[in-house]
């Protein structure tokens, strides 16, 4: 990404420099994060433009269907299984994937400015999380459920923190420069536990499956967001005129 981050603003530096005549070295950065605001708020809006479908009776179905298919499936073992992963992605878990990457972070990579990224993204994912719920205001599915919930249902926090957190872990290891079939290996692990995460909250019946989906895209939101403006600003503390 930085790479094309590169060539986009050289390119609209180029474009800016014949077209203005007192042409500020700094716009170009101005204007990308300008649009990438842009589709930020755009995508949320479409998000929130989608929750409409929510209340239809086609999605009721489809919810009811693939609930019904994931909970035939449930036994001990994976219900142990399951609500491992659900903790995973709550409070306690986050601390303890915090810590374990922050030691990893300062013995092996040398860097502790991830963990800071990592936790800024998992913040804004909890943030809007509760912004979204209250403004949505779905209720939990009427289903036996297995562990307690709170707050409201859609969309799932669960998913959309591990999206946002676990997705972004992943974009770092695509960018750590570690051997790749441990680069393949521990994206294929983050990936897992993502969809675990998701599932369980399926599994144990405290969340529709289209408020799995809907906190995976939100999640994908902030993942892809940040991920733009933490290369913008590696790129313009190397070089301003970039």
């Not at 298919?69 to 601390?95: C, E, W």
């Not at 459920?145 to 997705?167: C, K, N, R």
């Not at 290891?173 to 994206?187: R, S, W």
Request: proline content about 2%; hydrophobic content about 55%.
């Amino acid at each position: 990404m930085k790479q094309s981050l590169f060539t986009f603003i050289k390119t609209l530096r180029e474009f800016l420099a014949k077209k203005l005549h007192q042409y500020n070295t700094t716009l170009p950065y101005v204007i990308t994060v300008l649009v990438a605001l842009v589709l930020v708020v755009g995508g949320i809006n479409l998000f929130i433009e989608l929750t409409d479908t929510l209340k239809t009776e086609t999605l009721a179905t489809y919810d009811t269907k693939i609930t019904d298919y994931i909970i035939s499936y449930r036994s001990p073992a994976l219900t142990k299984y399951f609500i491992f992963m659900t903790d995973v992605g709550d409070f306690n878990g986050y601390l303890i994937v915090l810590g374990i990457f922050l030691l990893l972070s300062l013995l092996v990579f040398k860097r502790w400015k991830y963990v800071i990224q990592a936790t800024l993204v998992l913040g804004l994912a909890t943030v809007s999380n509760m912004m979204l719920k209250r403004f949505i205001d779905r209720a939990r599915p009427g289903i036996e459920h297995l562990v307690s919930v709170e707050t409201l249902s859609y969309p799932s926090g669960h998913a959309m923190s591990a999206m946002a957190f676990y997705g972004f872990l992943m974009f770092l290891m695509y960018k750590f420069n570690i051997q790749k079939v441990f680069k393949v290996l521990l994206m294929f692990i983050l990936a897992l536990i993502i969809l675990s995460i998701g599932i369980s909250r399926i599994y144990l019946g405290v969340h529709f499956p289209s408020d799995i989906a809907g906190g995976f895209i939100a999640g994908a939101i902030w993942v892809i967001f940040c991920v733009l403006v933490f290369d913008l600003i590696e790129l313009f503390k190397r070089d301003p005129k970039t």
